[in-house]
């Protein structure tokens, strides 16, 4: 052993007493030595080792097995499972690695289904982002998040997150819509839910579903300003009807004559509309330069946008000599 370590550790495990001066060099010796063996561990330990695994998931017991074998200790087994989840997150940089997580967070809650917080962490962690908004493993992040509230069904957070993943992931608005008005029923909810949710039922050309919640709010609202918005809603809704029939007519047109028509009434003396369509907000209806229907009443259609569809948007306005800075947003 070299002096200089001899030193270090002789110090480290002086006896108490002495001056001082001379127990405050004792107490950095200390310190030395502390971190001296930490980074030798360091250094000196190997990685840990991959977990065994198929083609399809980590190698792990069944959970009928453990619960026989392990049912003194089912409590510890739970919790290894917990662990092995966090350490697959510390140790993935891949989608493989990333699905290896909702395995280890499934047998977590089969071995204790109450243990809430594994259903919400382990479906947030078990995305994996290709690039370009490309995600991959979110039908296992769902399943997860539906086994949830299937232990919790009143759990709003792992209802709004099978919402997310349905809107976002899925594209599943009529599914994301239904969960958003479940959870919007609990109470000391955000006042947006039902709103949101009647753009998505638009949004999935479900406008039957999304007038009768429209109506329902409505009638059901305490306040004028409820009110207020939800007549507005409904008539936004049979918009959307209106300009969704457009749009089609307009494909029809498209597929038949090998162009775009220029105008909404072109489409009626063409015979693809039966009647020229009426804007219930009292707008003017139209065709924009991507061949979509829009109308003077409002600035947006009734369905989600993300930032490409609200530049988009922008160039659309600014193409037909309307300039905006920002655009309001809708609920």
Same mark, same amino acid.
């Given at each position: ?21 001379? !127990? ?59 662990? /092995? ?46 690039? !370009? ?9 769902? !399943? ?94 049979l918009l959307e009807r209106v300009l969704t029939q457009i749009d089609d007519a307009v ?71 309307? /300039? ?8």
């Amino acid at each position: 052993m070299s002096g200089g370590v001899a030193t270090v550790l002789w110090a480290a495990f002086l006896p108490e007493g002495g001056p001082l001066p001379f !127990r405050n060099f004792k107490v950095l010796m200390r310190i030395v030595a502390l971190c001296f063996a930490v980074c030798s561990i360091a250094l000196m330990a190997e990685k840990p080792a991959k977990p065994l695994r198929t083609k399809d998931g980590p190698v792990l017991p069944r959970r009928e097995l453990l619960e026989i074998v392990g049912a003194a200790q089912k409590p510890l087994l739970t919790d290894f499972y917990w662990l /092995q989840a966090i350490q697959q997150v510390g140790r993935a940089n891949t989608d493989t690695e990333y699905r290896d997580v909702y395995f280890y967070s499934d047998m977590a809650t089969d071995l204790d289904s109450k243990f809430r917080y594994v259903y919400e962490w382990g479906a947030i962690n078990t995305p994996f982002n290709m690039g !370009r908004e490309q995600w991959v493993n979110t039908d296992l992040s769902s !399943r997860l998040l539906t086994k949830g509230i299937d232990e919790f069904p009143d759990d709003r957070r792992l209802l709004f997150q099978l919402a997310y993943n349905k809107m976002t992931y899925d594209r599943d608005w009529t599914a994301a819509a239904d969960l958003l008005m479940r959870l919007s029923k609990l109470p000391n909810t955000p006042r947006y839910l039902p709103q949101l949710a009647t753009r998505l039922y638009a949004q999935a050309g479900n406008f039957d579903t999304g007038l009768q919640m429209a109506e329902m709010l409505h009638d059901s609202a305490e306040d004028e300003e409820s009110r207020a918005f939800y007549s507005h809603r409904i008539k936004e809704l049979l918009l959307e009807r209106v300009l969704t029939q457009i749009d089609d007519a307009v494909e029809a047109y498209q597929r038949e004559h090998g162009e775009r028509p220029k105008t909404v009434p072109a489409l009626v003396d063409a015979g693809y509309l039966k009647s020229m369509p009426v804007d219930p907000l009292e707008g003017q209806l139209f065709i924009d330069r991507r061949g979509r229907a829009r109308s003077t009443s409002g600035l947006y259609r009734l369905e989600m946008y993300d930032q490409a569809k609200k530049n988009e948007l922008k160039e659309d306005l600014a193409a037909g000599g309307i /300039q905006l800075d920002a655009l309001e947003e809708a609920p």
